[in-house]
């Protein structure tokens, strides 16, 4: 009865990872997968995580029963205060709907399974026409993620290889003669794969396109706090969308931020025009979130619940929480720079881009498009066993003093080719 099932080739990068495993070669690295890891290459638990943890263990208070649908309360009134601001205006006028998700993954899914059943301007519509546009390129698993619940991915302009940075004109261009009432999904901070982030006077440029066309902002925050290390200045665009009266909905993850990958932690926020039960309103929305969860996962898990909720609730662990980030933060900015002293100074290795290595520098967050072309990265696979996706993305966590050396070396050897 499945003659017909097609075989689907294996995820790219999970199967780098499998494959820099089964490498023997004693000076192998592994920049692919995007998880944090510490100098000496191995994974991080967060030492407030550690602490979280014990006080979890010796809480006899605590028990294994369900949580409620839409998440733990403790949990779900935090995350929105996180991304929006103690003070934000959507928050205190009770427009925010906020579900706890399995992480980032489940809420990108839940943000577009929801616009693709409810988003007013769709109403009537085939799934060729329930377009969300992503950014030219984003991270892989959008696309799979909207096409799965009955929407269109389409590419808009943002990344320039010329340039190795942000095609602004061409993105404004399309955000203006794109149909009034758009969905675009936006990266909140930290673009994933390039590095590349508009600057806030862009922000400012793009939201004022949004409130003009009344697009849709549908923001992924999968790397709040990774970007500058603070976690305010990475929910800045956000919050400016929120000020400007964009409509629009929040993914976010704990998986990198607080090193939580495999727990699942994350939440979907929608923002709605009202609070109560009136059209657009909080109440309407939160009533179709939560029989969108029943009918998914019934509840969600309470582990990664309870750890984020301790971090965000208790003013302590919280300020231990935003030290624990910024040291990540900052360990990422030192390779960062070491690479680009690297190349530029000691190897002087010939520029892939208009500005010599200084995109290395200018990129934020976890990952950094280098510009390799995708035989260089077939090069630096197969010649010094580098593992990297062929796009020529980095994960600037997978290098440490004990490896960089190493990678510049042979990103200079593969360059002069
Ligand atoms: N969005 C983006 C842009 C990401 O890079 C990731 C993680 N790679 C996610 C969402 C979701 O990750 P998770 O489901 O592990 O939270």
């Known amino acids: 009865v499945f003659a017909t099932t097609p075989l689907n080739p294996p995820d790219a990068i999970f199967k780098l990872t499998a494959d820099y495993k089964a490498d023997?070669?004693?000076?192998?690295?592994?920049?692919?997968?995007?998880?944090?890891?510490?100098?000496?290459?191995?994974?991080?638990?967060?030492?407030?995580?550690?602490?979280?943890?014990?006080?979890?263990?010796?809480?006899?208070?605590?028990?294994?029963?369900?949580?409620?649908?839409?998440?733990?309360?403790?949990f779900t009134s935090a995350t929105g205060k996180l991304i929006f601001g103690e003070d934000s205006p959507a928050l205190k006028e009770g427009r925010v709907s906020t579900i706890q998700t399995i992480s980032g993954?489940?809420?990108?899914?839940?943000?577009?399974?929801?616009?693709?059943?409810?988003?007013?301007?769709?109403?009537?519509?085939?799934?060729?026409?329930?377009?969300?546009?992503?950014?030219?390129?984003?991270?892989?698993?959008?696309?799979?993620?909207?096409?799965?619940?009955?929407?269109?991915?389409?590419?808009?302009?943002?990344?320039?290889?010329?340039?190795?940075?942000?095609?602004?004109?061409?993105?404004?261009?399309?955000?203006?003669?794109?149909?009034?009432?758009?969905?675009?999904?936006?990266?909140?901070?930290?673009?994933?794969?390039?590095?590349?982030?508009?600057?806030?006077?862009?922000?400012k440029e793009i939201a004022d396109i949004f409130t003009a066309k009344g697009h849709y902002a549908f923001f992924d925050c999968a790397y709040q706090g990774f970007a500058s290390g603070d976690l305010d200045n990475d929910a800045w665009a956000v919050r400016h969308f929120v000020e400007k009266k964009v409509p629009l909905l929040v993914c976010q993850s704990y998986a990198k931020n607080a090193g939580l990958y495999g727990e699942r932690i994350g939440a979907l926020n929608v923002v709605a025009s009202h609070s109560g039960d009136v059209e657009g309103g909080a109440q309407r929305i939160n009533s179709q979130l939560l029989l969108m969860q029943r009918s998914e996962i019934s509840n969600p898990p309470t582990f990664g619940a309870r750890i984020v909720s301790l971090i965000l609730n208790d003013p302590k662990l919280f300020a231990e929480w935003k030290q624990d980030i910024s040291?990540?933060?900052?360990?990422?900015?030192?390779?960062?720079?070491?690479?680009?002293?690297?190349?530029?100074?000691?190897?002087?290795?010939?520029?892939?881009?208009?500005?010599?290595?200084?995109?290395?520098?200018?990129?934020?967050?976890?990952?950094?498009?280098?510009?390799?072309?995708?035989?260089?990265?077939?090069?630096?696979?197969?010649k010094g066993h580098i593992y990297l996706t062929a796009n020529g993305r980095i994960s600037m966590a997978g290098l440490n003093e004990s490896n960089i050396e190493y990678f510049a070396e042979c990103v200079d050897k593969v360059v002069r080719g």
């Open 24 to 74: 023997t070669f004693d000076k192998k690295v592994n920049l692919g997968v995007g998880a944090y890891r510490d100098n000496a290459g191995k994974p991080f638990v967060l030492p407030v995580v550690r602490k979280a943890k014990i006080l979890i263990a010796n809480d006899e208070t605590l028990d294994h029963e369900y949580l409620p649908i839409a998440g733990l309360p403790a």
């Open 105 to 203: 993954t489940g809420a990108n899914h839940y943000g577009a399974a929801f616009l693709e059943r409810f988003y007013g301007p769709w109403a009537g519509k085939t799934k060729e026409e329930k377009v969300i546009y992503v950014s030219n390129p984003t991270w892989a698993n959008h696309k799979s993620i909207f096409n799965s619940v009955g929407c269109t991915p389409v590419d808009y302009p943002y990344y320039d290889p010329k340039t190795i940075g942000l095609n602004l004109t061409a993105f404004l261009d399309f955000l203006r003669s794109a149909p009034a009432q758009s969905v675009f999904l936006l990266h909140a901070c930290a673009h994933n794969p390039t590095g590349v982030d508009p600057t806030r006077e862009q922000w």
């Open 327 to 382: 040291s990540m933060a900052e360990r990422i900015i030192l390779m960062r720079k070491k690479l680009f002293d690297l190349l530029e100074n000691k190897y002087k290795t010939p520029a892939v881009g208009p500005n010599g290595w200084s995109h290395i520098t200018s990129q934020i967050g976890m990952f950094s498009f280098t510009g390799l072309n995708p035989q260089q990265c077939k090069d630096l696979l197969e």
